[in-house]
């Protein structure tokens, strides 16, 4: 596991060596979404009993930073490599699919978790929040970074461009987050847009994560799971396939 364990350091500093844009940076946007969200709806929206709205948002941001930077670590590094053309050096070793997969997507999951964590420590004090079942946000929040850093993985090797890149967040991850539920409840919505979102499994992530704080959701928790835990299976055997064939890589 030499292989592994140096790609994934070397992951780790390349994202730890620019903290300011990696970690500070996404942790003080979600800090204006919640001021500015928070300040013009606190006392007009309630989603679930007892809950203010603040205290709704702050999971759902907490979601959003964690699976945007880890769609966003993996996907760039990746893209940064094939461009600048350094991504030989990672392809001449002797490492596997496996190594390779591992190694991108457990360091994109740690700089979602570090950009979450430091979301939650700065917006926690703007709002009340229970641990109702902690072990279901501990899920979610893993599964969730696992998935979107696999879903950058993907979008790395298909992109041979920072446009096509680009194209791929702001038109997929970016909608798909921002309608999955992060600042309102799915059932406020039109029915064709309810259902939209039940096809959305962002919003699963988002839901069943905020059902960790609360004990409340839209959809239970246990049906989030099994979505989510399927459509990373399916994500990590296209990312696997991907690697393993050499797609964009080696040819």
Known sequence: MTGFSTLFYKEILRFWKVATQTLTAPVVTAMLYLLIFGHV??????????????????????????????????SS????????????????????????????????????????????????????????????IAIFALLGAAILATMGLIAGIWAEKFDQLAAFQNFLIMPATFLSGVFYSIHSLPPFW???????PFFYMIDG??????GQSDVPPTTSFAIVAIFFIVLAGIAIHLLKSGYKLRH
């Open 41 to 74: 709806l606190q006392g007009r929206v309630e989603i679930y009993p007892g809950v203010t709205y603040t205290g709704f948002l702050v999971p759902g941001l907490v979601m959003m930073s964690v699976l945007q930077n880890a769609f966003a670590n993996s």
């Open 77 to 136: 590094s990746l893209i940064q490599s094939k461009i600048t053309g350094n991504l030989v050096f990672v392809l001449l070793p002797p490492l596997s699919h496996w190594e390779i997969f591992s190694a991108y997507v457990l360091a994109a999951m740690v700089r979602g978790i570090a950009v979450g964590l430091g979301v939650f420590i700065i917006t926690a004090w703007f709002a009340h929040l229970s641990f109702v079942a902690p072990w279901w």
């Open 194 to 200: 309810l259902a939209v979102s039940h096809v959305n």
């Open 209 to 214: 994560f905020r059902y960790g704080f609360f």
